[in-house]
């Protein structure tokens, strides 16, 4: 059974169970908002550990490295846990692998998230937070310890930061809530926004760039009714391809990877063309996700899926491409 918590619920809860053992993870390959937000939370618990589903993207490992992060994230959830805390996924499916291991669990699992619902039950009785009004799980996160009165550290405060900058796509998706809390934590990590973008850009080996130059060189350009969507397979990271459409002045865009054991399709629109066109990525990805035997899901301009069909792909991004066609053409 799924338990629907309210937002002065789910602060109680945190501050009940914050002296209880707990693990904290997040979906499969975590990203800056899925790591930030974990570890964030993490530190109000007396006895916390941070796991780790598979792996983090590199973007979270510099992440973790800019914020000076002096911790560790285990890749074994231990036996001792009694509570299970995910932050920036709303189901099991987004955890790969750790999913079975957590249904034969006896710990109380909870959700924290900002993602569209799936449409299907959980698996288990389990607690879900989940507002798709904020543009990132570190941003509840931070509401959260503002509201049980947690002092936020440097360190926390970094790794909120990275988490709401990397998650409203360079403020696109932001909301007057966002501006609000990055100007708190800036100031709480003595830092600017500049100084963590340029972080970022010098960090990226030259290999990386070059490979995102020639996936969006690459890509193909399509006008569809007063919009220009763009779409390709990418050589690097797909979502950072599809990000960089946007950027670079599409409307709507669409690329994916394919790896040894994996596919991974991206999806970014323009906001706020999500309210103007009536399309929700994230809703969209959650077929995509299906059909390459996998999960997918997100926000309203911002989505992805991954999988194992590498079968299916072909057929998946077709669909997902024809459907952003349809919108725009309205």
């Given at each position: 059974m799924t338990d629907f918590a309210s937002f002065d619920r789910i602060c109680n809860i945190i501050s009940e169970l914050r002296n209880k053992k707990a693990a904290f993870t997040f979906h499969t390959v975590g990203d800056r908002d899925g790591v930030g937000s974990a570890i964030a939370l993490s530190k109000c618990f007396s006895d916390a550990v941070v796991v780790t589903p598979?792996?983090?993207?590199?973007?979270?490992?510099?992440?973790?490295?800019?914020?000076?992060?002096?911790?560790q994230l285990l890749d074994k959830l231990p036996w001792d846990r009694e509570v299970v805390i995910v932050t920036d996924a709303n189901n099991l499916d987004a955890l790969g692998g750790m999913k079975r291991e957590l249904l034969s669990r006896e710990a109380d699992l909870i959700f924290i998230d900002h993602h569209a619902v799936k449409d299907y039950t959980l698996g288990k009785s389990i607690i879900v937070f989940n507002d798709e009004n904020?543009?990132?799980?570190?941003?509840?996160?931070?509401?959260?310890?503002?509201?049980?009165?947690?002092?936020?550290?440097?360190?926390?405060?970094?790794?909120?930061?990275?988490?709401?900058?990397?998650d409203s796509s360079d403020f696109q998706n932001a909301t007057a809530l966002t501006f609000k809390q990055v100007a708190e934590l800036l100031e709480i990590a003595d830092t600017s926004y500049s100084e963590i973008v340029e972080y970022f850009h010098q960090d990226v080996q030259v290999k990386d760039r070059y490979a995102l130059m020639k996936d969006l060189f690459g890509a193909k350009i399509e006008v569809v009714g007063d919009y220009i969507l763009m779409h390709g397979k990418a050589g690097g990271a797909a979502n950072l391809a599809a990000e960089t459409a946007i950027n670079f002045g599409a409307d709507g865009s669409v690329f994916w990877s394919e790896r040894k054991e994996e596919v991974t399709v991206s999806a970014r629109l323009r906001s706020p063309l999500d309210r103007r066109l009536g399309m929700h990525l994230g809703r969209m990805m959650q077929e995509t996700g299906r059909s390459i035997l996998g999960s997918g899901g997100g926000h309203p301009c911002a989505a992805g899926a991954y999988g194992p069909g590498k079968e299916n792909l072909e057929g998946a991004v077709k669909a997902l491409i024809d459907a952003m066609r349809e919108r725009f053409q309205g």
């Open positions: 598979d792996f983090i993207t590199n973007n979270a490992k510099r992440m973790l490295k800019q914020a000076k992060f002096k911790g904020y543009n990132s799980a570190s941003s509840i996160v931070y509401e959260i310890l503002k509201r049980n009165g947690e002092k936020v550290d440097e360190e926390a405060a970094m790794l909120l930061l990275n988490g709401i900058i990397a």
